[in-house]
T-cell receptor
Framework: QQQVKQSPQSLIVQKGGISIINCAYENTAFDYFPWYQQFPGKGPALLIAIRPDVSEKKEGRFTISFNKSAKQFSLHIMDSQPGDSATYFCAASLSGTYKYIFGTGTRLKVLA | GAVVSQHPSRVICKSGTSVKIECRSLDFQATTMFWYRQFPKQSLMLMATSNEGSKATYEQGVEKDKFLINHASLTLSTLTVTSAHPEDSSFYIC??????????????FGEGSWLTVV
């Protein structure tokens, strides 16, 4: 119930393409869903986040789509660039806490 | 923006010794900080929640006597790995929640600390 399942484990996309990463959860008590980007040897950096009362949120080239009934959410990176090559983690936070449960991560490589 | 700083960024210690990692919130107060451990090519696993002025809350399976956490001020939490062993070698990352109302649920992460036990 506390798990957040993330797929795919790795992803290769051509420059200019769309990168799509998916996450699914079981616990309906989760109420905050951020996405983090992590470069090797660095801490994770917040990209974008969404709450369950919104079905989509867009910030620049990054969009979160949220399906509350299916308990799934996804990250779309439009016009993917080589500089986007990193590991991406979805996460979920329990209502009333700031504890994050992280997905297993997706290693994205964008080919030039 | 909010910044969380960790020190040291890299540390090598001998097996059996203890090592301390600091986590500071630089421009905000953080009643609550979190410590994560990340093994190579794996996800972040929450170890414990550090509460200012009170005992830390440890996740299941994390030895509280081995990973000592102290949150003595609103801007500093420390993680001490006691009697370190090579299997404790990992990337340790802290995060902090800003007490500012405008921050919402946002958590700010530090840059991480690489621990190598030889």
């Amino acid at each position: 119930q506390q798990q957040v399942k993330q797929s795919p484990q790795s992803l290769i996309v051509q420059k200019g393409g769309i990168s799509i990463i998916n996450c699914a959860y079981e616990n309906t008590a989760f109420d905050y869903f951020p996405w983090y980007q992590q470069f090797p040897g660095k801490g994770p950096a917040l990209l974008i986040a969404i709450r369950p009362d919104v079905s989509e949120k867009k910030e620049g080239r990054f969009t979160i789509s949220f399906n509350k009934s299916a308990k799934q959410f996804s990250l779309h990176i439009m016009d993917s660039q080589p500089g986007d090559s990193a590991t991406y983690f979805c996460a979920a936070s329990l209502s009333g806490t700031y504890k994050y449960i992280f997905g297993t991560g997706t290693r994205l490589k964008v080919l030039a | 923006g909010a910044v969380v700083s960790q020190h040291p960024s890299r540390v090598i210690c001998k097996s059996g010794t203890s090592v301390k990692i600091e986590c500071r919130s630089l421009d905000f107060q953080a009643t609550t900080m979190f410590w994560y451990r990340q093994f190579p090519k794996q996800s972040l696993m929450l170890m414990a929640t550090s509460n200012e002025g009170s005992k830390a809350t440890y996740e299941q399976g994390v030895e509280k006597d081995k990973f000592l956490i102290n949150h003595a001020s609103l801007t500093l939490s420390t993680l001490t790995v006691t009697s370190a062993h090579p299997e404790d070698s990992s990337f340790y990352i802290c995060s902090a929640h800003s007490d500012r109302p405008s921050s919402g649920n946002t958590i700010y992460f530090g840059e991480g600390s690489w621990l190598t036990v030889v």
